[in-house]
């Protein structure tokens, strides 16, 4: 059975246990822990290098963004020189604020509608202006108890645009004071008058009934990044559990000239997130799925949904017969600063290290531990500084030496490694490019402090 981390909640587990380690400041690629101390006198070093990386890029089918998946991106990068360009889309509903709702009083009439929705963070360049739009949706059977895939793109009415807001990311990190009450951070959409006054028009015997009624008056928005300007250099994060998220109806009456009704997100709302990657033109386009018997000489990994790497070590198991003091996988970013835009695009904070068993089905290594409760401090790879050549760059280790060691026992098998970047979020976009295997100083290492029997 394959292990999906995202859908068994070992995601979680690992960032419980997550140990953050200080790097090494070593001008040399592997850390000065790798160097034999007092304990390993009579040891051995060795590093492999023959080392063949491939990288892969696929649907992702354990990638869903319905249910309980309320983390959101929404937003558009579209200069990313490495990676080419991603794409965020929202889609949501609000709930009524009771069944049978009535406007308070008689003679209502519109100020203003507003669409907010809560921002937990971005990715990016803060200062670049991104705009959003909403549309009515017309999906069929848009439903809270529907697992959306990321790719699948719902429909909407794109003659029926509904607002639009255009913001600096930065501005949206601090809390915000609504009408004297103070909310956490949110993109507000001011929505058309046209709509308002549709929603005025309803009552408690038409679209105001239920949230059947309701839905079927209004089946949800459909919030869409502008994806053609050139400025496009964030994705927003968004929280749909946050109490931020809602429609605010701002009206008055024959009788009080400030009222607002809430129409919050609420557990029965339907809501799912489209995202799309597209590497065409990039750095990354000419080494994603070559499938070269040599490998690939650079590796390129970002976040879920997105690309990851095969290593196949051959050999491994005709290693000599050893005890194992230390077995360490070593992966080393390469960069160009401003020109690769990683000041702006930053690394994912972890990679993780699965092992292939049949096909493309993988476990957990040996040296994670118990998925549960993994034993993540040993197992490693967590983002750290190396300064190499006078150059700092990010770097991540795994250390294997438990699989090694039943490797050469004949419990293991040298069946390869699934090699990808690791969030805490069902979809992501930090992204990192490292030396692959065949890379002349850069490359993926595995070296092995090691006593012969």
Same mark, same amino acid.
Request: aromatic share 12%.
């Given at each position: 059975m394959r292990i999906i981390f995202r859908n068994l909640g070992l995601v979680a587990a690992f960032f419980t246990v997550l140990y953050i380690s200080s790097g090494c400041n070593e001008a040399t690629i592997l850390g000065k822990e790798l160097i034999p101390g007092k304990d390993f006198v009579n040891g051995e070093d060795t590093t492999i290098t023959n080392i063949i990386t491939n990288n892969i890029w696929k649907v992702d089918s354990a990638v869903f963004t319905g249910r309980a998946n309320y983390n959101k991106v929404l937003g558009s990068i579209v200069d990313d020189p490495l990676f080419g360009r991603s794409h965020g889309f929202v889609y949501t509903q609000m709930s009524l604020p009771s069944n049978a709702y009535s406007w308070a009083g008689t003679n209502q009439q519109l100020d203003s509608v507003v669409l907010s929705l809560a921002v937990r963070g971005y990715y990016g360049d803060s200062l670049?202006?991104?705009?959003?739009?909403? +549309? =009515?949706?017309? #999906?069929p059977n848009f439903k809270v108890d529907s697992n959306y895939r990321y790719y699948q !793109?719902?429909?909407? *009415?794109?003659?029926?645009?509904?607002?639009?807001?255009?913001?600096?990311?930065?501005?949206?990190?601090?809390?915000?004071?609504?009408?004297?009450?103070?909310?956490?951070?949110?993109?507000?959409?001011?929505?058309?008058?046209?709509?308002?006054?549709q929603l005025l028009q309803q009552t408690s015997t038409t679209g105001f009934t239920n949230d059947s009624t309701f839905r079927a008056f209004?089946?949800?928005?459909?919030?869409?990044?502008?994806?053609?300007?050139?400025?496009?250099?964030?994705?927003?994060?968004?929280?749909?559990?946050?109490?931020?998220?809602?429609?605010?109806?701002? +009206? =008055?009456?024959? #009788?009080?000239?400030?009222?607002?009704?809430?129409?919050?997100?609420?557990?029965? !709302?339907?809501?799912? *997130?489209?995202?799309?990657?597209?590497?065409?033109?990039?750095?990354?386009?000419?080494?994603?799925?070559?499938?070269?018997?040599?490998?690939?000489?650079?590796l390129y990994l970002t976040d879920a949904p997105g690309f990851f790497t095969k290593i196949t070590i051959p050999n491994l198991e005709n290693f000599p017969n050893s005890v194992i003091n230390k077995a360490e996988l070593v992966v080393t970013e390469i960069t160009t600063g401003t020109g690769d835009l990683d000041n702006i695009y930053s690394e994912p904070d972890?990679?993780?290290?699965?092992?292939?068993?049949?096909?493309?089905?993988?476990?957990?290594?040996?040296?994670?531990?118990n998925p549960q409760n993994p034993n993540q401090p040993y197992f490693g790879g967590d983002k750290t500084e190396v300064n190499v050549g006078g150059v700092k760059v990010s770097q991540y280790k795994f250390n294997i030496a438990r699989f090694m060691q039943f490797l050469l026992r004949k419990q293991e098998n040298n069946t390869g490694f699934k090699l990808e970047a690791l969030s805490p979020r069902n979809i992501d976009v930090h992204r990192v490019k490292a030396g692959g295997g065949i890379h002349s100083q850069y490359n993926l290492k595995l070296r092995i402090i090691y006593t012969k029997l």
């Open positions: 670049a202006p991104q705009t959003f739009r909403v +549309y =009515r949706m017309n #999906e !793109a719902l429909k909407y *009415n794109a003659g029926e645009l509904l607002g639009t807001a255009t913001v600096i990311p930065r501005s949206l990190k601090d809390s915000v004071s609504v009408y004297g009450t103070k909310a956490g951070p949110q993109l507000r959409i001011k929505l058309s008058t046209a709509f308002g006054n209004l089946k949800g928005f459909a919030i869409i990044p502008d994806t053609t300007l050139s400025t496009n250099r964030t994705m927003l994060y968004l929280d749909m559990t946050e109490p931020e998220n809602y429609l605010t109806v701002f +009206y =008055r009456n024959s #009788e009080n000239d400030s009222l607002q009704t809430h129409f919050s997100f609420g557990s029965s !709302a339907a809501h799912a *997130n489209y995202f799309v990657r597209n590497p065409m033109g990039s750095q990354s386009a000419q080494y994603l799925n070559t499938n070269s018997a040599t490998g690939d000489s650079l972890f990679l993780f290290l699965m092992q292939y068993t049949n096909g493309d089905t993988t476990r957990p290594v040996i040296d994670y531990g």
